[in-house]
């Protein structure tokens, strides 16, 4: 199974760095408000950056790592991220996506 590290942009700018086995899934989370406590208010998030990792121990590192990183420091590895990679994700959860926006519309009515 891999595991992933990832940063998300929050509603308010800031950046979330977190670590999964299924990125996907832990995204649909985020979203839901049933993800990180830090996220539940910063909500829609956006996955900005993700690496793969071959074992758990090797991803709570490189998350330790990524989040003792400035803002800039991170900006820049977001920024220099192939957005191919992202595309997939994106387009395995496009029908999640339009479903939780359409939730979220509801709400604000």
């Known amino acids: 199974m891999m595991n992933y590290i990832y940063i998300l942009r929050c509603a308010d700018g800031t950046l979330y760095t977190g670590w ?5 899934k832990r995204i649909r989370a985020h979203q839901e408000k049933k993800g990180a406590r830090y996220t539940r208010c910063r909500l829609p998030v956006e996955l900005v950056y993700f690496e793969e990792h071959e074992d758990r121990i090797s991803a709570l590192r490189r998350e330790y790592a990524v989040k003792q990183l400035s803002r800039k420091e ?12 992202l595309e997939k994700v994106a387009d ?18």
């Not at 999964?20 to 996907?24: F, K, R």
Request: one cysteine or more; glycine letters at 0%.
């Open 74 to 85: 991170k900006t820049q590895m977001i920024e220099a991220f192939d957005e191919k990679k």
């Open 20 to 24: 999964t086995n299924h990125l996907q």
């Open 92 to 109: 395995c959860s496009d029908e999640l996506h339009r479903s939780i926006a359409k939730s979220h519309a509801k709400k604000s009515d």
